[in-house]
Each structure stands twice: as structure tokens, then as C-alpha cells.
């Protein structure tokens, strides 16, 4: 969709005869039927004079294409302006300028960031010139005309209120202003900006190359589809085996046959380390593979994070980020905009959405709504958080009211805990989630070992992080201090252990940062991902006394948002406050204690908690 389409000829007299601003609000509003803000009226006011000021040159075509306000595929958001026409070779171009009013900005530490004034305030937020490029990248990715019609699209940012500083346009920022130029304010700017202009536009194109962009087809490029095809050639973890690969195609007919008019909806059930992850992506490459509009969803940001990361140097960070979307994305999604969404992780989605859990009606719904064929792993003894509302049930309900076709599929084969599912089983039965045939474990087919101390505990699990495969996870019962002092110690236990939780700086990285094994990671950053060994604490809030398991709310630490309105719900309903914070905190640790492929060592800070599990190990004797 384009708010305003014309040439240079027209834009310049439309400049002339009337407020730039008022021409591009009758156009918006007829295009969305929606209101605009004072903010981006302003905007169009102040930014489209200073363009019209650099398309005063003999230099660039009349007959140039010109646009403002493009509609991006796969995000609600829109290029500033767009030119577009030929160069020296009759090559086709489109020239993307980001339109920014700012005048002063800051530098962050972090990747592509800048810290500015927007919305009464300093905010952090994204440098113009990545901001402008991820654009380009995703027209690239996913406007069939881009690839079809050898469109080349060149990206740039225009902050015409800004004096060159040396922040700005810092050596920091050089990885994306070589890739989006960034032109500052001064006319020596300007002549640079039309210089670049006048470089990709020296023929005009009525518009033509401009309306290719338009019309093009949403779908996943043919380029951007054999890279990521090829992204999992000779990787064997991402090998199917057994029933995941009946599984994959039966999901893969089905999404292949999924329509408006007959949707469908599947659920694949499957406990930790059956391979839902593994499926979940080798589904996403195959479908976009196939040019069907796929999105791998996940309410959890760490596997996404992790996944996006492994994939630097082969894809366009960029391009592969936006086949991957948090749950909470699809509040005013168009019906049936996505062939396919694979939600992993789903019994941890919630109802409400935002920041503030105020937004939309519930996560099961919406993306059913979203589209043709919805795809929802899901374990539900994974549930960690109060909020996580991911059942069977629900989705069921939801996909009957769609009149979608239920599909529903068991992953059993088990490729994490050594292929143990009698440690699965054991867990179940040792912290009273289930009670199974498994009282005992056989620790020769899976490493399990309880430890005296913490320190010998993280120490052991440091002596086995083999290509950094091995971590320290925790219960959240200890305050993160070191989030705002970075010199504090989180974790502390006696006299001889402190450690920090994980790193602010990691963030959904942690589990395979560097140096991250000296720090505690906790369920947000490792829920979904796995290692070789994993080290757990068990904290206060779960405790065993005389043979029984026994949760305790109050133990966790009071900024642990998983437990959130436990004291409330206490008051109304304190059966079901205390049957679900019981559940909460035993599958907490259940997720914890299964990251690990080949051993899982643990320690507790209760130590007739600690003798219970000792107990509880095949050949144990207390004497």
C-alpha cells in the first residue's frame, strides 16, 4: 500500500500550491480510513520540505517516481519516501530515505542503538541508518518483485536538523552508514544526498518501477528461500529422526493444503527434548521453502535469540529475524495473512498482550485468526508462569470456533537426557508432578549427581563445559542486584559462593555467551534451549519435608513476575492459589533440571531436601 504516489514533477508542484502535510493527510486518510497523530503531521511539515528542497535539481529526472509512506510486508511499518527510476545501465532502482527530525543524539554500548529525544524523553532506539537498511532487507526478503524484477533497492537516512557531531555518524555505526549513507544537515550534506540520488536515479521511470513494488507478491523471496534451504545442509542437529520426521510430513501436507475456506489448526504434543524446536524450524525452512508466508512464534525471546544468532554469516541477520516473532504480535493481524505459524513453546502463551498485559484478547485466538494453518507445540508440564494459559483445551475450543480442522500428533522419541525417558519419568515421580513406575534412577543412563556444597556443584559443571556446553541454572530466589550494580553479588550461599545471575548485557543470549558459566541463569533464558550439563540450584521455595515435596511462593524473590498476583489469588481463592503456584514451582525446576543431554548435577540449599534426591538414586546407601 502507498499513502501517496507520484513523480518528481508532480511532488515539487504539489509542494508549491498547497501544504505539503495536507496533501499527504487526504491521502492517508483515504488510503487507511484512519486518523494521524499531531507528531507525524509535524513530521511530513518539516521532513517533505527539506525533500523538496533536494529535488530542486535539473539533475534528477522529472519523470522519477516518488513515494511517501510504502507499506513494509511482514511489519506495520512504512519507508518515509521513496525514489525511484533507472541508472547509468537502465538497471531498475529504488532508493528508500529515512526522514528523521532529530538534531541531537547519543551513543549506547549496544549494537546499532542510539539514545535520543523522542515522546518528552530520552529514549533508546534503533540508529536511522539500521533502521533504513533492516527496510531494505526486508523488501529484499519478501517483495517477490524485488527478486523478479531485478528491483535493486539502495537504503539512506536524511536528518536534516542534525549538525554533524562525530556520534551520529561515529565509527561505531560504520557497519550499517556504509550500507544506508547518512546525510546530516548543511548544504554540503545536501549536495552529498543528491549526489547519491543522482548516482542511482539518472532516468526516470513514470512511476513503473515504483508500482512493480507495490503490486509485488508478499511471499518469501526465491534467493532468500534457497539460503535458507541450504541453512541446514550437513548440520545433524537439525536431522529428523523417527517419529519427527512423520510428523514433519503430515504438518507439511497439511499446511500445504490448508486454505481461507478450509483452515487448520495442529497440535503436537511432546515433552522436553522429543525435538519440538528441531521440527518446529526445519518446518519453517521447508514451508518458506514451498513460498508459503511462515513465522516461527515463540512467547520466550531466548530460542529465538539463539536461533537468529547461529545464523549470522549465513543469512542477513536482518532477513532471518523476521521469520521469527514474539506471541504477543498478531493483536490487529488481517485474517489469514500467514499461510503458516509455527508456535513453539505454546503453553506458554498468554491471554493479554503489551508491556503492561493490557493488549488483545488472548494469544490462542489471534494467531488462529492470523492464519490459514496454525501449528502449536506445546507440553503442558511446561508451564512456568501464572500467565501462561497454552492448553490443549483452549486451543481446541479456539479452532472449533474458527471451523478449522483439529489435527493433533505425539512426539515420543527422546533425544535430550541421554534418550532417557526413564529420567523423564523419574522427575515426574521425585518432585510429585506425576506419580509414574519410576521411583528410582539408574544414574548409568543418565549423569545425575547431588552435591554438598555450590561451589563444588558450578565447579564440576565448569570442568565439563566442553565447547561451551554446560551451565548453572537456579530457581528465582535470590534478588538481581547486579542488574543495576554490576559489582554485586546475586546468588549468595554461605560464606564461600556468590555469583551474579545472568549477565543484563547477554540478555536472551546468556546460555551461549561467552564466559557465561560463571554466572546463574534462570528459566526466562533457558526455557527451550538445551546444553551438555546443566547445574541446578534448588532454592527455598521447594523443600522436602518427611517424603514430601513441599512449594513455597513466599520463597521466591519479590521482582519474580512467573508467580505475579499469588497473594492476591490467595485471598479469593486459596486452594487454587496454592494448587497453582504448587505446579508453577515444581515445573519450574522439572525445565530446569531436563537442559541438560548428558547430566544434570544438582545442589540444594535445604539439605533434607538434598538427601531426599540422594535417596532416590539407584544403588544409594546412606550408610
Known sequence: MIVYAATKQQFLKDSDNDDIEDVILRHFKEATGKKVGASEIRSWQGSLAYMAKVLRDDGLPNSAGLAIELHIPQSSKRIDFLLTGRDENQAKNAVLIELKQWSKASATTKDAIVKTALGGGLVETIHPSYQVWSYAALLEGFNEAVYDKSIEVRPCAYLHNYVSDGIINSAHYEAYTSKAPLFLKGPEELAKLRSFLKKHIIHGDNKEVLYELASGKIRPSKALAEALSGLMTGKPEFVLIDDQKSIFESVLAAASEASIEAPKVLIIEGGPGTGKTVLAINLLVRLTALKLLSKYVSKNAAPRKVYESKLVGTVKRSHFSNFFSGSGAFIDTAPNTYDALIVDEAHRLNAKSGLYGNLGENQINELIKSAKCSIFFIDEDQRVTLNDIGNKQAIRAFAEAKGAT????????????SGSDGYLAWL????????????LLDTSEYEFKVFDSPQAMHAAIEQKNHGNKARVVAGYCWPWLSKKDSK???IVIGNDYARQWNLDQDGSLWIIAENSIEQVGCIHTCQGLEVDY???IIGPDLVVR???VVTSPHERDKNDKSIRGWKTLMKKQPALAQQETDLIIKNTYRTLMTRGMKGCYLYCTDQETAQYF??????????
Open 406 to 417: 483439529v489435527e493433533e500428533y505425539i512426539l515420543s522419541s527422546q533425544f535430550r537426557c
Open 428 to 439: 515426574d515421580d521425585v518432585l510429585e508432578i506425576h506419580s509414574t513406575a519410576n521411583p
Open 488 to 490: 554485586a553479588a546475586d
Open 534 to 536: 546443566i547445574g541446578v
Open 546 to 548: 518427611d517424603g514430601q
Open 614 to 623: 540422594e535417596g532416590r538414586l539407584a544403588g544409594y546407601s546412606n550408610g
